[in-house]
């Protein structure tokens, strides 16, 4: 084989190389926003139809004169939304669905509770895991994160308004206590109502994670209209 045949097979082969390395990054940058787009759109347009249904809402009072034990929350369904999520710091417009695990696809609708952490408001951690970059970049600003930032979440009758206690924390993915019930490393010295947000670090890798935990600071009714964090 001539030299030159080398060195033209060569080129071919680093042009088709590049071509494939081209076509992998607009799949990362552009493709996978595009499906995060419309099934982040498609799980907010289930979870605001279901409002807008009263699926969602307190059962009827019991009307018998007999006291009965309170009724046991709805359970969150496997991969379904059930409540929405706002960062102001992030932007106006910039708003998730909560979808119930953390698995891969699950992540590629929206933003995942871990499941066993607590419920939206209750005792104990609500924890919450979201992508840094790809699918939507949801939490591509996390680093931005500030003490005293609002993170509003709503179940559609409820909006809970946690702030953030410190900047975000750097851990490794083995580092699971930071969503126990009082969170390892968090600073919190007792039981409480709290929030850990989770995300990859570095920005387009996985070997780290970063955290940031808030406490619940305030609830009220969505009838009451929006918070006042949204207009801070």
């Known amino acids: 084989m001539s030299v030159r045949l080398i060195v ?5 082969l ?10 992998f990054v607009v799949y990362v940058l552009f493709w996978t926003g595009v499906k995060a787009a419309g099934a982040t759109e498609g799980q ?21 004169p007999t006291p009965s034990a309170p009724t046991a929350p709805v359970a969150y369904r496997d991969g ?9 710091r992030f932007g106006k417009r910039w708003e998730w669905p909560v979808l119930e695990n953390t698995e891969v696809r699950t992540l590629q609708k929206g933003l995942g509770h871990y499941t066993g952490t607590a419920r939206l408001g209750a005792k104990g951690n609500f924890a919450v895991a979201g992508h840094r970059r790809t699918y939507g970049d949801p939490f591509k600003d996390f680093p931005k994160l500030r003490p005293g930032d609002a993170v509003v979440l709503t179940d559609g009758e409820t909006w809970f308004t946690y702030r953030i206690d410190k900047k975000p924390y750097r851990t490794l993915p083995s580092d699971i206590g930071v969503i126990d019930p009082v969170p390892r490393k968090s600073g919190f010295d007792g039981p409480g109502r709290y929030l850990t947000l989770t995300t990859c670090d570095p920005e387009w890798g996985s070997s780290h994670r970063l955290i940031a935990w808030a406490h619940l600071d305030a609830t009220q009714p969505v009838t009451d209209g929006k918070p006042a964090a949204f207009h801070s």
Do not use: N
């Open 80 to 88: 379904k939304p059930f409540a929405m999520l706002y960062i102001p």
């Open 8 to 12: 033209r097979t060569f080129s071919e």
């Open 44 to 64: 907010i347009d289930s979870l605001r139809d279901q409002w807008a249904q009263g699926t969602v809402s307190a059962p009827a009072p019991h009307t018998s």
């Open 14 to 23: 680093c042009i088709t190389a590049g071509a494939l390395i081209m076509l």
